[in-house]
């Protein structure tokens, strides 16, 4: 019903900036809470940042100060504004929506495909 699709993914250097954006289409009154979500090689996947339908947003404590999370809700789309990215930031990121609790909406979450973001040093 819904699909998320993502851009922005990239080659940087250490302290760049980097932006990514998620569109979503298909039927997005199934969208709620939007979040960019990332994994590390040989690691976990793990919540970076959130926004609800009506912009507060939220963020894990390692990329606070530093990335920002925000959504137009008229294009559909969420963003991540990352500067001062750091080796520790390369990961595969992901965004994914939660569904809203319209019985068509399934109960499912959304997942984009990822992009690569690889800082170096």
């Known amino acids: 019903q819904v699909q998320l699709v993502q851009s922005g993914g990239g080659l940087v250097q250490a302290g760049d900036s980097l932006r990514l954006s998620c569109e979503a289409s298909?039927?997005?009154?199934?969208?709620?809470?939007m979040a960019w979500n990332r994994q590390r090689p040989g690691e976990e996947r793990e919540l970076v940042a959130t926004?609800?339908?009506?912009?507060?947003?939220g963020y894990v404590d390692s990329v606070k100060g530093r990335f920002t999370i925000s959504r137009d809700n008229a294009k559909n789309t969420v963003y991540l504004q990352m500067h001062s990215l750091k080796p520790e930031d390369t990961a595969v990121y992901y965004c994914?929506?939660?569904?809203?609790?319209?019985?068509?909406?399934?109960?499912?979450?959304?997942w984009g495909k990822g992009t690569l973001v690889t800082v170096s040093s």
């Open positions: 994914n929506a939660d569904p809203t609790a319209l019985p068509r909406c399934g109960g499912a979450h959304y």
């Open positions: 298909g039927d997005t009154m199934c969208v709620s809470t």
């Open positions: 926004i609800t339908s009506d912009g507060n947003s």
